[in-house]
């Protein structure tokens, strides 16, 4: 069992920045790969980002070269840095791992989720 709990959402300018935190419980997490996906109101959750066990990343169209997403296995936490923020990045936030460390980027694959954290930018 992995408990997952995100950290560093909150409200920020168009243009600005913000890193997000999820923290994990559990011996294993190396083993994971962590994603990120998030859901604006009214709309599907998505995919944004995903780190693999072995450090290869995959990023949504939408955000790349904007965010980066890094994990510290010491420490047992993924990280998401969002820069250049805009409207559209206006969305609950979602940690998750998975033991599958192929496909990273479609949600059924993964088997534990945080609870989210809210990020709004406002324009």
């Known amino acids: 069992q992995v408990q997952l709990v995100e950290s560093g959402g909150g409200l920020v300018q168009a243009g600005g920045s913000l890193r997000l935190s999820c923290a994990a419980s559990g011996r294993t997490f190396s083993r994971y790969a962590m994603g990120w996906f998030r859901q604006a109101p009214g709309e599907e959750r998505e995919f944004v980002a995903a780190i693999r066990s072995g450090g290869s990343t995959a990023y949504a169209d939408s955000v790349k070269g904007r965010f980066t997403i890094s994990r510290d296995n010491a420490k047992n936490t993924v990280y998401l840095q969002m820069n250049s923020l805009n409207t559209e990045d206006t969305a609950v936030y979602y940690c998750?791992?998975?033991?599958?460390?192929?496909?990273?980027?479609?949600?059924?694959?993964?088997?534990?989720w945080g609870q989210g954290t809210q990020v709004t930018v406002s324009s």
């Open positions: 998750a791992a998975s033991k599958n460390l192929v496909v990273v980027t479609i949600q059924g694959t993964y088997d534990y």
